[in-house]
């Protein structure tokens, strides 16, 4: 009789779960060899506690620096609040300026104060002619007309309004005849600021006649001979001619801000009468240098003068000449200037 119920198969042990029936267990090398002990380097010790604090680390560092800013934010927010409050300016403001003097209202008590132009002369009482004496073949006499056509040509060319105006006439007239051409040819090139002076037509602000023109220069004279052999007496003039326009708010700007100056070197000639002929005595422009300083380069393109219209970006905006010398400066000499 066959049994319906056959015995279980007694259970596998724990090391037949990994092996077959007729494969002995195999126990790894590792598990063979006692363990042996290692102590960790200090770089080892670093590195692991790095390993393990890092993510602290990482977690203050960026909360300070969330509090930094959030302090830098607060403090700023509160300075402008409280300066608001105060009703302080907000914007940046223009560098400290050196102070003019203002009467009560505020007005400008002068337009030459605070500048060396203060202590100039005006108009013709700052022309003043050395003594005339004989100089090599010209005579005592030749030489007081000479500087006495020097002196009316410095006048109609730097000081008159005509001159200053646009009309050029009397200027040329103090010329001699032979010269005259060559001088208008000057004028209209734009080419004559070396020994004229013209205010632009169109200026804004506008030459304000009534403030007068301050000068100050020398004047002397020498005999000397062209390289064609002719004899000239030669008169040669440095001067600074200081023009004022009426720049609105002058008092908020530096002494100065309104002023145009004018630095000169100019050759007179004189051919001896003796060795030219008629139309060609009398005086001539033989050499003339400038500087200008305080014009906008669009006028002094064209021969005129002008004021920049806002002082107060020259320095940023450069729109006018850049001078490599002091203006005023004592040790000027022909060729320290601009170039625009």
Avoid at 150 to 176: N, W
Wanted: aromatic share 8%; glycine share 10%.
């Amino acid at each position: 009789m066959t049994d319906q119920n056959p015995a279980p198969e007694p259970a596998r042990r724990f090391d037949q779960l990994f092996a077959t029936d007729d494969e002995p267990v195999r126990i790894p090398d590792w598990m063979r060899h006692p363990v042996q002990e290692h102590e960790l380097t200090r770089a080892e010790r670093l590195r692991l506690g790095w390993d393990r604090h890092s993510g602290k680390l990482l977690a203050g560092v960026g909360a300070l620096l969330v509090v930094g800013l959030l302090a830098v934010v607060g403090a700023a927010g509160w300075g402008f609040v409280d300066k608001v409050h105060r009703g302080e300016g907000i914007l940046p403001t223009r560098s400290a300026q050196p102070p003019r003097p203002v009467d009560g209202n505020g007005n400008t008590l002068g337009v030459f104060l605070g500048t060396p132009a203060e202590s100039f002369a005006e108009g013709e009482a700052g022309i003043v002619l050395p003594a005339a004496r004989a100089t090599g073949p010209f005579t005592a006499k030749q030489v007081t007309a000479a500087l006495a056509a020097v002196r009316g040509a410095l006048v109609e060319g730097r000081l008159r309004s005509r001159m200053l105006g646009g009309d050029p006439q009397p200027f040329l007239a103090g010329l001699a005849p032979d010269a005259r051409a060559r001088a208008t040819e000057n004028l209209t090139r734009g080419s004559a600021l070396g020994f004229a002076t013209r205010i632009a037509p169109d200026a804004d602000p506008r030459w304000v006649p009534e403030d007068g023109i301050r000068v100050r220069g020398t004047v002397e004279y020498a005999a000397g001979t062209t390289d064609e052999g002719v004899r000239v007496l030669n008169v040669t003039t440095r001067f600074i001619w200081v023009y004022s326009f009426d720049l609105l708010l002058a008092q908020q700007f530096p002494p100065g801000a309104e002023l145009v100056t004018v630095r000169d070197q100019v050759v007179w000639q004189f051919p001896h009468p003796a060795d030219v002929r008629p139309a060609t005595r009398g005086l001539w422009v033989g050499s003339a240098d400038v500087t200008v300083a305080g014009a906008p380069c669009a006028a002094l393109r064209k021969g005129y003068l002008a004021l920049e219209n806002d002082p107060a970006h020259r320095p940023l905006l450069r729109p006018g000449p850049a001078p490599t010398a002091d203006v005023y400066d004592p040790g000027w000499e022909p060729g320290d200037g601009e170039d625009c």
